[in-house]
Every structure is written in C-alpha cells, then in structure tokens.
C-alpha cells in the first residue's frame, strides 16, 4: 500500500533536474544499452548520468545466465531487466568506480533509489549491487542466504539486515537516505526503518562495481530492475518526495 505522500500534485521533477545525481540506470532508456534485438539479451550499457559509466556483461553464454530486458505490464508496459539467479550472471563497470566519489563529501550522505522486484524464492544470495573493500565489508544491497534484505555502508554492525519476506515478489519503490550517522529506509513513501551508522565510505582497494554479479558472499540478482538513482547529498523530505512520485507514475502507472 504505498504512503499517501506519494499521492499529491500532478507534476514531479525528472532525476537529472535533482542536483547530485551520480548514478542513473533506466531500465526503459533504449539508449543505455547494447542488447540483441531479438532476445533482449544485454551485452553492455552506459549509465544515464553525466558520469556515463560503461558496463559489460560477463558470463552471458549460458541461457539461464543472461539479462534481458523485455516489456512487462506489471511495469506500467514499460521494459525491465530481468535476472535469473544463477552464478556468472551480471555487468561489470569497464572502468574503475571509487563508490566513495557518489557520495558527498562527509564520506556518508547519499540518497539511493532502486525500483524492482526481489524474487528470491530460495532465500538465496540476490545481490543487486557490490563495491567490496575486503570479504563482505563494502557497500551493497542484495539479499543474503537467510533470505534478509541487507543494505550496508561499510559497517560490520550498522547496517540493514531486514527480513525480505515483505518484500518479495512484489513491484516497489526503496529509497536509502543516509544524513551523517543516520540511515533510513523507505518502501513506496512511508518509512520502515533508521538505523545508526557510523562508518564512513572509503576508497575501495577493489574499484570494479559491480550489478546483479555474485560476489564473494552471495550469488546473482533474481527479479526485476526498473531504475536505479544514486545522489551524492541526503536528499530533503520534498526531493524524496517527490522522486517517489515521479517513480511511481512512471512504473506503477499510479497518478
């Protein structure tokens, strides 16, 4: 059921018209991507912020390891990538990313958007993205083999551990807001959890970044990605707000 503060006015800002923006994918933007036209298959993309980072697939070979990106009608009829959870599976950006350059100076603020659908039946690894420093410490959102949905910011103990149960199998809109050493987290509008962390993002000694790939704690993404946004400050209540609406009309068709 999503908050009725998505719910109000008519004409919300685009994501590019948000000061800040650092990473943008668009699942529904044909450009960003290099894809067989026949299967959808995709091959590479290009995010959609000004930073343009490149993306290639890896391991695309095997038919249950391929993402493809095809039109639903769950998503408003517009195109999703769409991820079997299967090891090997993913993009790898082409270029090195310092994850800590996304966020704001403090080495902590940021806003992250993610618009998908978790369908992690086996409560096994799901991982959406990774940027490691060592082991399991860095900075990621994925659900682990406990079947949690777990979003951390370099910290062994602050982090999001929640049960992905509520979640799973359903369209919804997650927003990540971090101000200094509070962490929240929001699902279609209305706040369900905050958190205190402390750490701070640091230079990773690994800078591939990586979407939908296993990694050396977990396995490939299973679901749908609609869009992804990630802003380099805490964005204000209204900006959220805001966002959550455009988001939603666009792929839930909720006016």
């Known amino acids: 059921m999503f908050n009725s503060g998505l719910l109000r006015g008519s004409a ?12 943008w994918l668009d699942a529904d933007d044909d450009s960003m991507f290099t894809s067989n036209a026949i299967s959808g ?3 590479a993309l290009v995010t959609k ?24 009608s769950n998503w408003n009829g517009r195109k999703v990538i769409s991820a079997q ?28 958007f993610f618009v998908g659908r978790f369908d992690d039946t086996n409560a096994a690894n799901g991982t959406l993205f990774y940027h490691y420093t060592s082991g399991a410490i860095g900075h990621y959102l994925q659900v ?10 370099l910290s062994v103990s602050n982090f999001f ?3 992905n149960a509520p979640f799973r199998g359903l369209e919804n809109i997650f927003c990540f807001r971090r101000t200094a050493n509070t962490l929240q987290m929001y699902m279609n509008g209305a706040q369900i959890s905050s958190i205190t962390a402390t750490a ?30 990630m802003y380099a400050r805490s964005l204000s209540d209204n900006e959220r707000i805001e966002l959550e609406n455009h988001l939603a009309r666009k792929w839930l068709g909720i006016d």
């Open 144 to 153: 682990n083999q406990s079947g949690n949905l777990q979003y951390i910011n």
């Open 12 to 23: 919300w800002p685009k994501p590019n018209q948000v000061p800040d923006l650092q990473f």
């Open 85 to 112: 959870q299967q090891g090997g599976c993913g993009l790898v950006s082409s270029n090195n990313i310092d994850i800590a350059t996304l966020f704001a100076g403090n080495g902590t603020d940021h806003t992250f």
């Open 49 to 72: 912020d000004a930073n343009a980072f490149p993306f290639a697939a890896v391991d695309s070979v095997n038919t249950f390891r391929q993402l493809v990106r095809s039109r639903k």
């Open 200 to 229: 701070t993002a640091i230079v990773s000694t690994l800078t591939t970044f990586k979407l939908f790939c296993p990694t050396t704690s977990g396995g490939g993404f299973h679901g749908d990605v609609a869009e992804m946004l």
């Open 41 to 43: 298959q995709i091959s």
């Open 161 to 163: 551990n929640l049960s």
